[in-house]
């Protein structure tokens, strides 16, 4: 009898070991995924990018060479005066071309480049109009706006408006890129960028756009600026 206990005894331990040790490799093989997981995750995030500047403007180093930035924290010389850059313009032009080719009543018009005294009666007015903490969520400080670059480009409707109706819209964020441009200030973003949504926004940046434009994130998050 003691011998049968015994056995028992001895096999109830072995059991319990064999359970421990599948608990432990479950619980590994968990913690093993967890960490890599994490490891994955912090591969995606894009590492803080180098600002430059040349006694103009700041840029950051791309993909294919050198993009300019322009947003609240990087601003522009006041004598930066380049106007509107050609290869963007044209490019612009075969998008607009594109969009009225499959019936947008987008206007050959468009806002391009503001020269910095250009944007000091533009901003001013809409202080007055609307005060400065409503005015600085949509319209850029003097120096601080990308359309002194000359890269970017207001898109406007042939009544005159900004373009914001859903189907134009829709059409920007989908195939943009195509044309080197990224809708710059998206839904969701205004805590990144400080501006408020705006869909006929384009800034031009050439072939890296698709990537930024897959990526779903503005700029300062994918450059890291």
Same mark, same amino acid.
Do not use: C, F, R, W
């Given at each position: 009898m003691k011998k049968r206990i015994g056995i028992l005894l001895v096999a109830s331990l072995l059991l319990l070991t064999a359970c421990g040790e599948k608990k432990t490799n479950v619980e590994t093989k968990q913690e093993g995924k967890a960490t890599s997981a994490k490891v994955a995750s912090s591969e995606q995030v894009k590492k803080k990018a180098k600002v430059h500047y #040349?006694?103009?403007y700041y840029s950051v180093k791309g993909k294919y060479g050198e993009v300019? /930035? *322009? #947003? @609240?924290h990087y601003p522009l010389s006041p004598d930066f005066n380049p106007g +509107?850059?050609?290869? *963007?313009v044209s490019a612009l032009h075969e998008l607009i071309a594109a969009m009225q080719a499959e019936g947008y009543p987008i206007s050959d018009q468009y806002s391009g480049f503001r020269s910095y005294d250009t944007q000091v009666g533009l901003y001013q007015n809409y202080v007055n109009q609307d005060g400065q903490e409503a005015a600085d969520r949509y319209s850029a400080r003097p120096g601080y706006s990308e359309? %002194?670059?000359g890269l970017t480009f207001d898109l406007i409707d042939t009544s005159g408006n900004l373009v914001t109706e859903p189907g134009p819209s829709k059409w920007l964020l989908k195939n943009a890129a195509k044309y080197g441009f990224v809708v710059r200030? %998206? +839904?969701? $973003? +205004? @805590?990144?960028?400080?501006?408020m949504p705006e869909s006929w926004h384009l800034r031009y940046i050439g $072939? +890296? *756009? %698709?990537? /930024? *434009?897959?990526?779903?994130?503005s700029l300062e998050e994918y450059y890291g600026f």
């Open positions: #040349n006694g103009s300019m /930035i *322009a #947003n @609240k +509107e850059d050609p290869e *963007a359309h %002194q670059t200030y %998206q +839904e969701g $973003k +205004e @805590k990144v960028t400080g501006y $072939k +890296e *756009a %698709q990537d /930024i *434009a897959d990526s779903g994130l």
